[in-house]
């Protein structure tokens, strides 16, 4: 089953998002690499790396960031993964994002699927 990294600047916005989340698909891996090492405002390289390593289970990983320096350090994380055709870096808004990937890589959808469902939640119209 495809998993998730969440990555935002704020640890407290990513904690939150997990818990969403956790709910929403119990059975799939979402872990949040949110914040510094520190645990302060921010985004670390290395933790999202460490988070990524951790979620790989065999089917993929799809990373979901807010802007900037997540999408910076998601780029090097991947980079310092000996192994990382099977991770990649979702386009899309965080929350949105992260809930339709999460319930498509529930449903079994893969690594690419997941991805293109996370990416499409940005076209989602909230009010009509």
Do not use: C
Request: aromatic share 2%; charged share 25%; no cysteine.
């Amino acid at each position: 089953m495809v998993s998730l990294v969440l990555v935002s600047h704020s640890p407290d916005i990513s904690k939150g998002l997990k818990k969403m989340l956790d709910e929403a698909q119990p059975e799939v891996t979402v872990l949040d690499a949110g914040g510094t090492d520190e645990g302060e405002m921010g985004t670390s390289a290395i933790k999202i790396q460490t988070a990524i390593e951790k979620a790989d289970h065999g089917d993929g990983v799809v990373i979901l960031v807010d802007f900037g320096s997540s999408v910076m350090n998601a780029e090097l994380a991947i980079d310092l993964i000996e192994d990382a055709h099977s991770v990649k870096i979702a386009d899309a808004p965080l929350i949105e994002g992260a809930y339709s990937a999460v319930m498509e890589a529930g449903f079994g959808k893969s690594l690419d699927e997941v991805v293109e469902s996370a990416v499409h939640a940005k076209d989602t119209k909230k009010v009509q």
